[in-house]
């Protein structure tokens, strides 16, 4: 007779309960920053939405998890999603038996808060949702790194090896950051030139703090100490994950954003790491090319929808979304200090 496996919530308040969930994540293999208790911390302190960790157990032993985060927004619509704001999630365990346990649970907690759809963000392709409603628009970019520097420069194809070697040649330097404040300001700036609102410099810190030694921002200096490029990047188990970036105007002659990634790959390598993952990019845009250049394959994401209420297909809530063309337009209008204050209400919807 097989083992009882029972489903239930996990409290963010309990510490016990925490480290139990995270030291699980660590462990498993599927698993990813994204699914540590931290983020579903910062998600509730910082934006206000209500976070599940639903929790699968085997006689007494965790043997899987779903994190889960709810987005009730007139903008747009309800969701609950593994995880707002996270590029991956989704459910991982022991077996299939958990994992399909765990996504009958947050298909019957969706339900029960009246969501519009339910979105599952897996990094690996999951052939059981092959009849689901999915979203083809992502992939995502990770390559092994050697202990050896000069190995790791060598295996950047040549051209992009030529804009590293121009960075350097420029003068750049590289200084790893106490708080957000540098990287905020080009970021936030970055993100209005392309007419996308802003988040508030409040995440950034509460990661920073949340995750101490595995949060780190990089900021790239020209050669006359100004800040021109920065990186808010994470660290799992072996693998780097340069998460948020801002670039100023002038860092495109100076090579900055290049010179910026290299660094990163050097401080990480030291740090212990193995992989570089370079996240997650819409195909066929610049950033997508940009990875490619560097000589990473892309790897499609597996985003897996159950639509409720009469939804007739998967919400398209991106800029390269049509509807949205003219508020695009507008925002690069606004003045800095308009959409500073206007970014975080829209972006709170989004997740």
């Known amino acids: 007779m097989s083992a009882v496996l029972q489903v239930r919530p996990l409290a963010l308040d309990q510490p016990a309960q925490v480290r139990a969930w995270d030291h699980y994540v660590r462990a498993q293999p599927q698993a990813t920053f994204f699914h540590l208790s931290g983020w579903a911390r910062v998600v509730e302190r910082v934006w206000g939405h209500r976070c599940t960790l639903l929790a699968a157990w085997r006689e007494g032993q965790l043997v899987g998890v779903l994190p889960l ?35 009958a649970a947050a298909d019957a907690l969706a339900q029960r808060l009246g969501a519009d759809h339910l979105e599952l963000r897996h990094l690996q392709p999951q052939t059981r949702h092959r009849d689901s409603p999915q979203q083809d628009l992502y992939v995502t970019f990770r390559k092994a790194l050697s202990a050896d520097h000069e190995a790791n420069l060598l295996a950047i194809p040549r051209k992009q ?27 936030a700036d970055n993100v209005h030139r392309h007419g996308t ?49 801002g670039d100023d105007l002038a860092a495109r002659e100076l090579a900055a954003n290049d010179f910026k990634y290299w660094a990163l790959m050097q401080h990480a390598v030291d740090r212990g790491a193995r992989l570089f993952d370079y996240g997650r ?23 897996a929808f159950r639509l409720y209420r009469g939804q007739d297909g998967v919400p398209q809530q991106n800029p390269n979304n049509p509807k949205y063309q003219a508020l695009i337009q507008t925002w690069r209008r606004l003045p800095r200090a308009v959409v500073d204050r206007l970014g975080p209400w829209v972006v709170r919807s989004l997740g």
């Not at 330097?173 to 080009?186: H, P, T, V």
């Not at 030694?213 to 490029?229: F, K, M, N, Q, W």
């Not at 819409?282 to 790897?299: A, D, I, R, V």
């Open 69 to 103: 985060g709810e987005i009730d927004s007139l903008l747009f619509g309800h969701s609950l999603s593994s995880m707002p704001f996270a590029v991956y999630g989704g459910a991982v365990g022991d077996d299939e038996l958990v994992v399909q346990a765990l996504e």
């Open 161 to 187: 090896r030529a804009m590293v070697r121009k960075g350097i040649a420029n003068g750049l330097r590289a200084e790893i950051d106490a708080d957000a404040g540098r990287f905020f300001e080009l970021f």
């Open 197 to 245: 609102p802003a988040m508030p410099r409040a995440w950034f810190e509460g990661l920073l703090q949340e995750f101490g030694r595995d949060a780190e921002v990089l900021t790239v200096l020209a050669p006359d100490g100004r800040p021109v490029s920065s990186v808010l990047s994470f660290y799992f188990r072996d693998e780097v994950l340069p998460y948020y970036a």
């Open 281 to 303: 990019s819409k195909l066929g845009t610049g950033p997508y090319s940009f990875k490619k250049n560097w000589g990473f394959e892309p790897q499609a994401l597996s985003y």
